[in-house]
C-alpha cells in the first residue's frame, strides 16, 4: 500500500507542540503518543523515528520544521 503525500507537508499546532517538546528532550513513547492522538504524519514525512523501545526521537528535518514555523 502506498501513502499518499501532499507535495508539501502543513503541520497542525499540536505536531509542532510535539516536535518542540522532542526537541527540548522529552521523552514520547510510542502508547503515549497514540494516547495523546500524535500524528502519524510526523513518522509518515520523517520528522520524528520510532526507536527500539517506541521512544520518539525528532530528525534534523523535524528541527528545520521548527525553525520554518519559528520565522
Not at 522532542?22 to 509518515?44: C, F, Q
Request: charged fraction near 25%; avoid cysteine; charge should be negative.
Amino acid at each position: 500500500m502506498t501513502t499518499y503525500h501532499a507535495p508539501h507537508f502543513d503541520p497542525t499546532v499540536d505536531e509542532i507542540a510535539t516536535l518542540k517538546q522532542l526537541e527540548m528532550g522529552e521523552v514520547i513513547t510510542l502508547p503515549h503518543a497514540l494516547k495523546d492522538h500524535v500524528s502519524g504524519r510526523l513518522l509518515e514525512w520523517g520528522f520524528v523515528t520510532k526507536g527500539p523501545g517506541g521512544e520518539l526521537s525528532i530528525t534534523a528535518s523535524g528541527r528545520q520544521l521548527i525553525r520554518r514555523q519559528d520565522n
